[in-house]
């Protein structure tokens, strides 16, 4: 059975549940990839993935069940057990689906051209091979995927979707005889192959610094500087910022320390930070939200302002704050009005990062970790790559001590973000 047929069948069986409330999400897939070991290709294939998600709340209990397989034995069995979980729970009224329209969207290629998408392959990998003499791709896999879905509930809501995208993720480090460079990573997803994949997002960037990083110098001493984050980096800090302060778990334990400053100053006020699935450089956003939402974009951090919770619909109606108005983590964030030259000129001393490795922030905000693919920065100009050098510090502070935001960005198809550069960063070297 297709997606559409399955979904109405399950939405059948859900109804002779009893349930006051039900939904289905039906989704399938099919991955088309050309995978690169050693420099070499290695794998062809094709891969079909399908998802069939069920939920209903009966009396205010809440059962919900993901299964991948499309037929009516093991929807019947599913929304048996999707029952029993619900008869299993606690009652909580903030349980709750809500009414919606009928829409379809049809959005990036999902029509795939194989033989382009090939085409763009081989050229990478050949200008990798020219241009990069020094660099080692370990795995390289790039693909088409095509995805249809459909998402209903008993109070209206019907969203069909069509959609396809190309990606390119490259894992590569650089060598030069017996010594190499910490392995490093880039991504991109696009809907269109009218440019090359080594010209979008931080493609060159990362291959040309990990010929760089071959020989590295270690970090001397320990002392308190400026870090520019590259967009790579900054999408994984941020996203430990947003989790620590924003988010649903840290809202609803009441341990975020921003659960109490909506609308209050958070950040410096350059920092404008969005959710934003319909943004032209987001490829293929969330279009609904599986309570039964159409997505809007919004902003998380206005002008340094707390804006908007990232709340589910549950969350909210347990703590009767705001919910988000889309569950996705497209992020955006507005570019400031100096080049990065020139926001690193003005650095005495300090590191750019481009990836970190720490754990997760305790929930006051302190982090700590090794800044990993990084160089050092010394009187206004990037010098040496340096070896494991510890970064340490607070992801409120951090915002709040912003030295700058670049006028340049990298959009990836995931996010669109510029370098930042902030100050009050612990340095530890050896």
């Given at each position: 059975?297709?997606?559409?047929?399955?979904?109405?069948?399950?939405?059948?069986?859900?109804?002779?549940?009893?349930?006051?409330?039900?939904?289905?999400?039906?989704?399938?897939?099919?991955?088309?990839?050309?995978?690169?070991?050693?420099?070499?290709?290695?794998?062809?294939?094709?891969?079909?993935?399908?998802?069939?998600?069920?939920?209903?709340?009966?009396?205010?209990?809440?059962?919900?069940?993901?299964?991948?397989?499309?037929?009516?034995?093991?929807?019947?069995?599913?929304?048996?057990?999707?029952?029993?979980?619900?008869?299993?729970?606690?009652?909580?009224?903030?349980?709750?689906?809500?009414?919606?329209?009928?829409?379809?969207?049809?959005?990036?290629?999902?029509?795939?051209?194989?033989?382009?998408?090939?085409?763009?392959?081989?050229?990478?990998?050949?200008?990798?091979?020219?241009?990069?003499?020094?660099?080692?791709?370990?795995?390289?896999?790039?693909?088409?995927?095509?995805?249809?879905?459909?998402?209903?509930?008993?109070?209206?809501?019907?969203?069909?979707?069509?959609?396809?995208?190309?990606?390119?993720?490259?894992?590569?480090?650089?060598?030069?005889?017996?010594?190499?460079?910490?392995?490093n990573f880039a991504a991109?997803?696009?809907?269109?192959?009218?440019?090359?994949?080594?010209?979008?997002?931080?493609?060159?960037?990362?291959?040309?610094?990990?010929?760089?990083?071959?020989?590295?110098?270690?970090?001397?001493?320990?002392?308190?500087?400026?870090?520019?984050?590259?967009?790579?980096?900054?999408?994984?800090?941020?996203?430990?910022?947003?989790?620590?302060?924003?988010?649903?778990?840290?809202?609803?334990?009441?341990?975020?320390?921003?659960?109490?400053?909506?609308?209050?100053?958070?950040?410096?006020?350059?920092?404008?930070?969005?959710?934003?699935?319909?943004?032209?450089?987001?490829?293929?956003?969330?279009?609904?939200?599986?309570?039964?939402?159409?997505?809007?974009?919004?902003?998380?951090?206005?002008?340094?302002?707390?804006?908007?919770?990232?709340?589910s619909g549950y969350v909210?109606?347990?703590?009767?704050?705001?919910?988000?108005?889309?569950?996705?983590?497209?992020?955006?964030?507005?570019?400031?009005?100096?080049?990065?030259?020139?926001?690193?000129?003005?650095?005495?001393?300090?590191?750019?990062?481009?990836?970190?490795?720490?754990?997760?922030?305790?929930?006051?905000?302190?982090?700590?970790?090794?800044?990993?693919?990084?160089?050092?920065?010394?009187?206004?100009?990037?010098?040496?790559?340096?070896?494991?050098?510890?970064?340490?510090?607070?992801?409120?502070?951090?915002?709040?001590?912003?030295?700058?935001?670049?006028?340049?960005?990298?959009?990836?198809?995931?996010?669109?973000?510029?370098?930042?550069?902030?100050?009050?960063?612990?340095?530890?070297?050896?």
């Open positions: 059975m297709n997606a559409h047929d399955i979904a109405q069948y399950a939405m059948q069986k859900l109804q002779e549940t009893g349930a006051q409330q039900y939904a289905c999400q039906a989704h399938t897939s099919a991955k088309r990839e050309f995978n690169v070991d050693g420099g070499k290709f290695s794998l062809l294939r094709t891969t079909i993935d399908n998802q069939l998600d069920l939920t209903l709340i009966k009396d205010q209990k809440r059962g919900k069940i993901l299964i991948n397989a499309f037929n009516q034995e093991a929807v019947d069995e599913a929304v048996r057990d999707c029952l029993a979980a619900a008869e299993g729970s606690a009652a909580d009224p903030a349980w709750e689906l809500v009414p919606g329209a009928q829409r379809k969207f049809i959005l990036g290629a999902p029509d795939g051209d194989m033989d382009q998408l090939f085409a763009r392959t081989q050229e990478m990998l050949a200008a990798i091979g020219q241009e990069y003499p020094k660099v080692m791709v370990e795995q390289m896999i790039v693909a088409h995927q095509r995805s249809e879905g459909i998402y209903l509930n008993n109070l209206g809501a019907s969203y069909e979707t069509v959609e396809g995208l190309y990606e390119a993720q490259v894992m590569f480090s650089g060598h030069d005889g017996d010594r190499s460079s910490s392995f991109v997803v696009t809907d269109q192959l009218d440019k090359p994949f080594l010209d979008q997002g931080s493609m060159r960037q990362n291959l040309a610094d990990a010929e760089k990083q071959i020989d590295t110098v270690a970090t001397e001493g320990k002392f308190v500087g400026a870090v520019v984050f590259t967009p790579d980096c900054a999408g994984d800090v941020l996203g430990e910022l947003l989790g620590n302060f924003v988010g649903d778990g840290v809202i609803l334990d009441g341990t975020s320390p921003w659960k109490d400053r909506l609308g209050e100053q958070v950040a410096d006020q350059r920092l404008t930070l969005s959710a934003a699935p319909h943004h032209p450089a987001i490829v293929c956003g969330e279009r609904y939200v599986a309570d039964g939402y159409l997505s809007e974009d919004y902003d998380i951090i206005k002008n340094g302002r707390l804006n908007q919770f990232m709340l909210a109606n347990k703590t009767g704050k705001k919910r988000a108005p889309n569950s996705s983590f497209s992020l955006v964030m507005q570019p400031g009005d100096q080049p990065l030259h020139d926001i690193i000129a003005g650095i005495d001393r300090g590191l750019l990062v481009s990836r970190f490795s720490g754990g997760s922030p305790a929930s006051n905000g302190d982090f700590s970790g090794v800044a990993k693919n990084s160089f050092l920065i010394e009187k206004g100009k990037i010098t040496n790559a340096v070896s494991e050098t510890m970064i340490s510090g607070n992801l409120a502070e951090m915002v709040n001590h912003l030295r700058g935001i670049s006028s340049e960005f990298v959009r990836n198809g995931y996010s669109r973000l510029p370098w930042f550069a902030v100050d009050g960063i612990t340095i530890s070297g050896k």
